[in-house]
C-alpha cells in the first residue's frame, strides 16, 4: 500500500485548517506550522459571519463562497460546534439591485419600509451562517488533530526552508505572505471590534455604504459582535477608545435592543488584505507551493470552497 504524500501547512487559521483538513481527507500525512495558534490567531478576532466582504476576483470568490455556505451548513447539520444559521440583513440608504452574492445563497428577499431600521431604504435579508470561533476553531484543531494530524508552533522564515522539509507546502500565511512570499500586494486592514452581552438579537446586521459605514452587529449564543474599521496599511492593534464609542454609538442605533449591552471587550486583528485572492501553484526548487492568501475580511466565507481548489491543485501536482 502506498504511503501517504507527505504536506506541510503554513498557517493555522481558519484558511490554514481548512486546507490541511481537505488534504488530510485526501489521503495525505499532513503537519501544520504557525507562528500563532488558536486562540491567538488572526480567525479568532473575526465576526466571521458568511459574506463575502471586499474580496476578489467575484467570479471565483463567488464560486468560493457558495462551496463555503453549502459547506457549512451540512456541517451545522451534522452538530458542529459554534456554526448557526442566522438571518443576516445588508442595509443600504439607498435603492440598490440585488447583491452580487446572492446566487450563492439560493437568493435574497428584498425588504423596505418598517422593515428595516430608520434612515435605510433597502435591505437584502437571507439566512447565512454565523461561525463562533472560540468553538468552531477548536473543533476543527480537534478534527484535524483526530485524523492523524500534527501542529507545531514555529515561524519560518522562508518558503525555501519550508521546501527543504517538504515537497508539497500550502502557504495559508495570511498578512504573514507578505514577507514569506515577498509579496508586495498583501497588506494591513485593521479591523475593530467591540463584544457585548447579547440581550436576545438574533439578526445579524451590516451597513457597509451607508451613514455608518463601516457598522455590523453579529450576534453569537450569549454575545455579539459589535464593528468596526476596515482601515488599509495601519499596523497597529492597540484598541482605540474614540472608534470603541463610534461602533457602539453605530450599533446601537442600526440595532435598538443593544442600547444597554455590557460592553465586554474590545479587539483589534489585522486582516490579509489583497487586490485579489492568491491561490495558484508555483515551482520552488524541487518542491511545489500552493499558495492561498489574501482573503481580506472574507476569510469565514471563502475557505472551504478556496480548501477544495487547493486539494485540486496538489493533487495535479503529485
Known amino acids: ?42 480567525s479568532n478576532v473575526a465576526a466571521a459571519l458568511w459574506y463575502p466582504y471586499r474580496c476578489a476576483p467575484k467570479e471565483k470568490a463567488l464560486r468560493w463562497s457558495k462551496a463555503t455556505f453549502d459547506e457549512l451548513m451540512r456541517q451545522h447539520a451534522e452538530g458542529a460546534p459554534g456554526v448557526v444559521p442566522t438571518t443576516f440583513i445588508e442595509l443600504f440608504d439607498h435603492d440598490a439591485p440585488h447583491p452580487w452574492w446572492a446566487e450563492a445563497v439560493g437568493g435574497v428577499e428584498r425588504l423596505v419600509g418598517e422593515e428595516l431600521p430608520p434612515g435605510y431604504v433597502v435591505g437584502y435579508a437571507a439566512t447565512v451562517p454565523v ?20 501542529i507545531v508552533a514555529r515561524e519560518l522564515r522562508s518558503l525555501a526552508e519550508a521546501c527543504a522539509e517538504c515537497a508539497l507546502v500550502i502557504n495559508c500565511a495570511g498578512l504573514g505572505a507578505r514577507e ?58 492597540t484598541p482605540d477608545a474614540g472608534t470603541t464609542e463610534t461602533i457602539l454609538r453605530h450599533c446601537r442605533a442600526l440595532e435598538p435592543a443593544l442600547a ?41 466565507t471563502l475557505a472551504w470552497g478556496c480548501a477544495d481548489d487547493v486539494c485540486r491543485l496538489a493533487r495535479g501536482a503529485d
Request: aromatic share 4%; charged share 20%.
Open 1 to 42: 500500500m502506498p504511503q501517504p504524500l507527505s504536506t506541510l501547512v503554513i498557517g493555522c487559521g481558519i484558511s490554514g485548517l481548512a486546507s490541511a483538513i481537505r488534504l488530510q481527507e485526501a489521503g495525505y500525512r499532513v503537519v501544520i506550522h504557525a507562528r500563532e495558534l488558536p486562540p491567538a490567531t488572526t
Open 131 to 150: 461561525v463562533e470561533t472560540p468553538l468552531y476553531l477548536p473543533h476543527l484543531v480537534k478534527r484535524f488533530e483526530s485524523g492523524g494530524g500534527v
Open 180 to 237: 514569506l512570499a515577498a509579496d508586495p500586494e498583501v497588506f494591513p486592514i485593521r479591523g475593530q471590534v467591540v463584544r457585548v452581552a447579547n440581550p436576545g438579537v438574533r439578526r445579524a446586521l451590516t451597513d457597509d455604504e451607508g451613514p455608518r459605514r463601516v457598522s455590523y452587529t453579529i450576534p453569537r449564543q450569549a454575545d455579539v459582535i459589535l464593528g468596526g474599521t476596515a482601515l488599509p496599511n495601519v499596523w497597529d492593534t
Open 260 to 300: 444597554r449591552a455590557e460592553a465586554l471587550e474590545v479587539r483589534v486583528g489585522l486582516r490579509p488584505g489583497r487586490s485579489a485572492v492568491r491561490l495558484e501553484r508555483e515551482r520552488v526548487g524541487a518542491s511545489v507551493v500552493i499558495h492561498n492568501y489574501g482573503h481580506g475580511g472574507a476569510g469565514f
